[in-house]
Every structure is written in C-alpha cells, then in structure tokens.
C-alpha cells in the first residue's frame, strides 16, 4: 500500500507542475496512429509522437479518465493500462489489455513540453479506438413483420414485395448485400439507416419470376467485426425461401408430333409450367371431342390421365413443371395433319397449349427431330448448324481467292507479273523509228537509181518508177523487219540481251546493181542501218540461209 500511494503522489505532483506551468497553446506538434480497430478481449497500442522533448504523457479516455503515464514511473491502471514506447522524450503512448466495448470511442493524447527557458508547450491529438463487435443477430422483416421461413410472391398480379434485412447492434456500421442462391439478386435499395434503438437496416424492393420459385433470397450483413468461425456458420445470413405463383406457361409455341401409324395406338406427351398446380386439365381434339383429364371419351378413341410432376423422360427436379399424358387408341387418317389444343388451368389463370398430328416421319425441312423434347430438338439444331457454317467459310474463302486472282492480273503483280523490258526491245524501237523517219529520204534517192540492163536505152516513165520504187521499198522493210524481229528472239528470248551495233556482209548480185546498192549502203550507213539484197529466186529454190556469226545481223535483198 505503501508504494501505492507513492505512485499517487507523484502523479498528483506531475498533475501540479502541469498547471504551474505557464502553458502557450498547441504548439507542440504531435501525430498519432489515427484510429485502430480491436476485437474485444484483444489488446491494442494507442501512440503518439512529439516533436519537443516530452515532460508530461496524459491520454484521456472516452468517457473522461485521465491516464498519466511514463515509462520511469512503470505505473499499471486498473492492471491493464500502461506506458507504451521507446523514448519517453519523444513517445507518448499506452497499452490496452483485454479490450472491453466500455473503451470504444475517442482517446486525447494530451503531451506537455517544456523548453529551457522555463515555458510550457503542450500539444493534443486524437486517436480513434473502434471495439469490433458483430452483430448479435441478423433477421428479415416483411410489412414490418418478421418474415417466416418462406415468402409467397404472384408473377405479374402483385407490386413488388418490400423487404427489410435489419442487424441488431454492431460496431462499426455494417454494410448490406443480397443474393439468389448465392448469386447477386436483382433488387432496388429504398433506404439504408440506423433505428433509434441502434439497429442497422436496409429496406430493398423485390419481383420474383417463375425461374425464381423456390430459390432463397438471402440477406448478408458484411462487418469485419465477424470471425471466420461465425462466417462458416452464416452468422451473417438471413435467408427466406420463395414461392413464386404464376398462371400456366407453355414450353413451345406449337406441339409436333409425328411417327403416328394408322391403326395404332399413339401416346401424347406436352410438358407445362404452372404454380400452384393445375386445377382442371382438357383435351381439345381437332373432331370437337372434349377429354377432360383421368377420363376416356365416349366413342374410345381417346383416354386422357392425370397430369403428373416432373418433365417427359427426364430426372430433372422441378416442381413447376408437370406433363399431361393423352392416348389415341387408334389412329385414323383423318387425324393427320391436324392442329389441337391442350386447356391447363390452375388458381391464376388458364393457358391453351397447341400441338399438330402427322404421319410418319417428320419433314426434313426441320431437321427431322420428330417428337424430341424442346432441349433436345435445340441441340440437333446447333449440331445441324455446324456444317452450314463451314460451307459459309468456304465460299468466302473462294471469293476471297478470286478477287486476289483478278487485281493480281489487272495490276500486273504476283505470277501476272510479266518480264521487264530488257535493252534488246528498246534498241528494236529505235530501229522501227530511225526507219519511218528516213521512209521518205530513201524513197527520194531510189528514184534516182539505175534501171536494168535489159531496158537502158528505154527508162520507165518517171510515175511508174515510182511506184514501182515505192513497192519495192515496202516489200525490203516489210522482209527487214520480219528478220529482225526473228533474229532478236532468237539471240535473246527472255529479253537480258545487249543488242550490238548491225554489221552488214553484202554480196554483189549483178554488176548493173552494183552502183545502185553502193548508193543504197550509202544512204542505209547514214541511219545507222544497212540492207542487203536477198536473191528471191535462191529463197524459192530453198537454198536460202540467214546466219549469225559473232553477232553480226545480216540482212538481204530480194530481188525482183
């Protein structure tokens, strides 16, 4: 006890000096952890940090109490509380053991410096202590009744159900969310508060749908105050199972049904939706024959049971879906071919469902699925669709080619490229032009040539040498340029040949022409080009031969 009221003197003395001292505002600057959340039980650190040396280390709590502390002074409140840090100078903090809700809240750190001269400065911050507590118990309130274990809702004849999901106590504020079966449930918010009385809650609105019937709307109150015990266990969670009304609903817009044979009997089966479950169910036969279920018409062609749970030839488990079962005892041809009608009705409304009668097997032009349920007949017809698809790709592929083919042609490019024009063609142009030029030169100085031997003393009139010049001198160009062109190929087909300056060997036919082609070589060497005269009766005799050597042209006149 001795030491007890030793430690409360010295405080009180600490207490002392604090007011003595002449105090000059906040002018300490001092920062802290800021806020801290702790589960109860647990133990926390509350710490703050001065920039001036620290005389005095005082946190009061929530509710008022002051804790002086130092870490000479080893002081202990209430066995729980004590001094926390490294350097005293610089450190003003605590330690809370065994957390207790009572703590939760905001804790002063109050520090209290003093300078050389003697002045006090003191410096305050806040540190924002949160206690974890999950909330005690999480339930779900209809028109402001707590909801049953089930909730009945009507598709389309009711307003949407309005729903509250409230979460008794809880620190911090928890935060809501809503699943189908665990999936994200489609709802819209109305409000989200806290009660008078503490409670959090969040009001949504919700429509259930028939694919929603006996699914659980649940409500997940999320706060990190929860463990991951009370998370397994769904402490959390609150959760109501639907029951979702509607009038009856057809699968398919129209029944076929096929493979009936004439003098046989035939089973019906058509699948249907509907909660509650039906109430009466007929038979409308395409000869006004009524057939009311569990019962046979009069004249024995038809027997009708009982509708009975669950889909045709299947394991699945659906309550909402029943199968009615009609009988043709004996099939007539006049049943093919017709369209009837199946009457189901129950407490919210009634729903015709048509179906056809054929013979045999189902036209092909809808894949011949005959009488296969409605999954079934979807999935024949995506297989079906696979092979439409690769013809599809096939075809554009073709066209694609084509259009490659085509600009490839029209521009020249890929295997439409043709060889470049090499020097040989254009040398070969420049000979086509040197002769148009120098047509009119050499026709002038034939003119002028010596005539034969034979007609000396004789000349032909000056029009008709002439002419007879001028067809000469078209037959020799005519014959020059076939040879050339055939001795260009021949040298150099692909184009890459250099074609050399033509040197002509001519070879004096007669001794009257000798002056005549003298004069003609003359003129020829001036453009460049020379002719020669080819003999046209050696050519006739086919003695006749064109020869190159050392790429030299030869060219020869013939002689008329």
Known sequence: MAQFFTTVEILQLALLCSVLYQVNGNEVSVSSTGSVNVRPNEEVDLLCKAASPIKICNFVSPSGVNYFVSKSLGVKYEDRISFLGEDETSDCGIKIENVRESDNGAWKCEVTAVTEDGTTKRGVDTVKLTVLKAPSRVTLEVDG???????????????????????????????????????????????????????????????????????????????????????????????????????????????????????????????????????????EMHDGTMVPQGSESQNGKYEADIPAEGPIQSNEEDPTLYTAILTINQVAPEDAGTLNKLHVTNAHGESVIRFKLGLGEKPAVDGGLGNQPQEQNARSTEAGSGPIIAIVIIVLVIIVVIAVAVVARSQGLLCFSGRKKGPAEDQERAVEKEEKEGKEENGEKEEGDTESAEHAESPIPESAADVTDQATQKERRNMSQKMNHFLISLKNPFGSFKRPAPVVETEELTENDGEEKSDEAETENKDGIVYADLDKSVMSEGNATLTVENEKTEYVEIQQ
């Not at 029951?243 to 019906?268: C, Q, R, T, W």
């Open 145 to 283: 009744m707590e909801a049953e274990d089930s909730l009945t809702l009507v598709y389309e004849k009711e307003a949407p159900k309005k729903i509250r999901c409230v979460a008794d106590g809880g620190q911090p504020v928890p935060t809501f969310s809503w699943k189908l079966n665990g999936s994200p449930a489609q709802v819209s918010v109305q409000d989200t508060a806290i009660s008078e009385d503490g409670m959090a809650y969040e009001e949504v609105l919700f429509t259930g749908k028939p694919e929603d019937n006996t699914k659980d709307l649940e409500c997940h109150v999320n706060s990190e105050a929860y463990t991951a015990d009370e998370l397994g266990e769904e402490q959390n969670v609150a959760k109501i199972m639907l029951n979702v009304e509607f009038p009856p609903k057809a699968l398919l817009e129209v029944h076929d049904f096929y493979g009936m044979e004439v003098g046989s009997s035939y089973p019906i089966r058509i699948s249907f939706r509907l909660n509650p479950p039906p109430s009466d169910v007929q038979w």
